[in-house]
C-alpha cells in the first residue's frame, strides 16, 4: 500500500516571497510521484513529476521539488510566489500498472494562500 | 484544443434517486479515469478505462457505483440508491495511454450534493 501526507493544510506567504510545500509519502515499492495544482473552479492541473533520472525536477509556473528517497520526501518549491499562485496542491504516488497508465493516490492538500 | 468537459456542473438529488454523470475526454485519448473528491479530502480513485473496458475498478466504494465506456470515448458513471454521503465532487480524467505516467488531464469536475 502507499499514502502521501502533507504535511500542512495551510501555507499564508507574501508576494515575492519563497514557499515550500512538504509532502512526505510511504510504499514499499517504487514509486511515481507528482505535485498537481488545482485553481478556484478549475480542474487539477499537472505541476510536475518524479519518474526516475535527477531528484530535482522542474515543472512549470516556476515550482520545482526534489526527490529525497532517504527522507520519503518530495517537497515542493517556489523561489518567488506570486498572487496567481493561490491555489490548492497536491502531493501524489503512484504506483505503475499494466497498459502504461497509472493511477496516483493524492495527498488532502495544502492550500497556499499568496498575499499582497 | 478542447480539454475533458464534464456534464452537469452540479447536480442536486435526493436521497434514494439515480444520477448519471458524463465525462467527455480529450479527443484520440483511450484512457480515462474516474475519481471522487470529498470537501477538504484530495481526489480518491474510482475506475479506470483503457478503451471500452474497465482495466481497474477497485476503487468503486459498493455495488451502487458503476460505470460505463461502451464506444471507448464518453463515460458515464451511475450512481444507484444515492446516500448523503455520496456527496462529492467527481472528477474525470484522461489520458493518451500510450506510455507509463502519461499526464492525465482533469476536467473541472461534478459538484453532487444529495439531500
Known amino acids: 500500500a502507499q499514502s502521501v501526507t502533507q504535511l500542512d493544510s495551510q501555507v499564508p506567504v507574501f508576494e515575492e516571497a519563497p514557499v515550500e510545500l512538504r509532502c512526505n509519502y510511504s510504499?514499499?515499492?517504487?514509486?511515481?510521484l507528482f505535485w498537481y495544482v488545482q485553481y478556484p473552479n478549475q480542474g487539477l492541473q499537472l505541476l510536475l513529476k518524479?519518474?526516475?533520472?535527477?531528484?530535482l525536477v522542474k515543472g512549470i509556473n516556476g515550482f520545482e521539488a526534489e526527490f529525497n528517497k532517504s527522507q520519503t520526501s518530495f517537497h515542493l518549491r517556489k523561489p518567488s510566489v506570486h498572487i496567481s499562485d493561490t491555489a490548492e496542491y497536491f502531493c501524489?504516488?503512484?504506483?505503475?500498472?499494466?497498459?502504461?497508465?497509472?493511477?496516483?493516490?493524492f495527498g488532502r492538500g495544502t492550500s497556499l494562500i499568496v498575499h499582497p | 484544443g478542447a480539454g475533458v468537459s464534464q456534464t452537469p456542473s452540479n447536480k442536486v438529488t435526493e436521497k434514494g434517486k439515480y444520477v448519471e454523470l458524463r465525462c467527455d475526454p480529450i479527443?484520440?485519448?483511450?484512457?480515462l479515469y474516474w475519481y471522487r473528491q470529498s470537501l477538504g479530502q484530495g481526489p480518491e480513485f474510482l475506475i479506470y478505462?483503457?478503451?471500452?473496458?474497465?482495466?481497474?475498478d477497485s476503487g468503486l466504494p459498493n455495488d451502487r457505483f458503476f460505470a460505463v465506456r461502451p464506444e471507448g470515448s464518453v463515460s458515464t458513471l451511475k450512481i444507484q440508491r444515492t446516500e448523503r454521503g455520496d456527496s462529492a465532487v467527481y472528477l474525470c480524467?484522461?489520458?493518451?495511454?500510450?506510455?507509463?505516467?502519461?499526464?492525465?488531464?482533469f476536467g473541472p469536475g461534478t459538484r453532487l450534493l444529495v439531500l
Open positions: 480524467a484522461s489520458s493518451s495511454g500510450r506510455g507509463n505516467q502519461e499526464t492525465q488531464y
Open positions: 478505462f483503457q478503451g471500452t473496458g474497465a482495466a481497474d
Open positions: 501524489a504516488v503512484s504506483r505503475g500498472i499494466s497498459g502504461g497508465s497509472y493511477i496516483p493516490t
Open positions: 510504499s514499499s515499492v517504487s514509486v511515481y
Open positions: 518524479y519518474l526516475s533520472g535527477s531528484t
Open positions: 479527443s484520440g485519448h483511450t484512457a
